[in-house]
């Protein structure tokens, strides 16, 4: 439980957590080398740790459910927030490489858990590489989603391959979604959007969502609106771009 008497971090009124004590860098090089714990394997991830109340002990966690949204980069988990409410059921984790960012979302969420017993169980974060670390977390066609909102532009052509969406990571993000999942992608620059969405068009384990299919996706509606880039831009006024793709299987 959070202890927010006297603790300057903590709005008194809400129990959360106030951002500008957790201000960081917009991003940070996902090349360099970070010191965090990584499990060996997805078998070694303890959900006890993330899921407490559905997972009250480390030797249990092969016999329950697994998580199947990851939010790539999730920032201060406004898009997590929102989806941990629209699929209660579901388990999900974001991943954040900037420490403070990962240690505002855990009270976040901490503190939305007391203010509403029995919510917002479902929703985790935890601070790692994702573009490394990615096979050490799920298995083979463990997650069902996983969302790349507003990601590091690196627009210099040398910075390119620290960009989250490439065709290289493209076959690792294939192997642990399922048949089917469906990965999110939105931006507000306009040639990172063309990027990502020539990345996916020339893989041959997706396909786009047809116009019906976006429409009819109540996730779609978040992607602009849920996290605080997004209603940055939406703020000043500025255009974004969406791409979404699922994931198939390659025609023999």
């Known amino acids: 439980m959070l202890q927010n008497k006297g603790n300057p971090t903590i709005n008194k009124s809400t129990g959360l957590p106030r951002k500008r004590f957790y ?59 929102s989806l941990s409410t629209l699929f209660p059921e579901t388990l999900m984790i974001g991943m954040e490489l900037r420490d403070k960012v990962t240690e505002y979302v855990k009270e ?21 590489n994702s573009m490394k670390y990615i096979p050490n977390y799920f298995e083979k066609g463990q997650l069902s989603k996983m969302f790349f909102l507003f990601p590091d532009p690196h627009f210099k ?32 620059v306009e040639e990172l959007g063309e990027w990502m969405k020539s990345c996916l068009q020339n893989h041959l384990m997706f396909e786009p969502l047809s116009q019906k299919e976006l429409e009819a996706d109540p996730v779609v509606k978040l992607l602009s609106t849920a996290t605080e880039e997004g209603q940055k831009v939406a703020r000043n006024g500025g255009q974004t771009f969406q791409v979404v793709y699922r994931r198939i299987t390659p025609a023999s």
């Open 23 to 81: 201000r960081a860098r917009a991003h940070s090089n996902p090349l360099s080398d970070s010191h965090f714990p990584v499990p060996l394997s997805p078998s070694h991830v303890d959900y006890s740790q993330h899921y407490p109340q559905l997972f009250p002990a480390a030797d249990q966690t092969g016999t329950y459910k697994k998580i199947q949204f990851a939010d790539i980069g999730c920032g201060f988990g406004g898009l997590l927030i």
């Open 108 to 128: 976040r969420i901490l503190g939305l858990r007391v203010a509403n017993p029995g919510r917002y169980q479902n929703v985790s974060v935890v601070r790692t």
């Open 157 to 188: 052509e040398k910075n390119h391959r620290r960009r989250v969406i490439s065709p290289q990571l493209l076959d690792e993000y294939a192997y642990v979604l399922q048949v089917g999942g469906i990965i999110y992608t939105i931006t507000d």
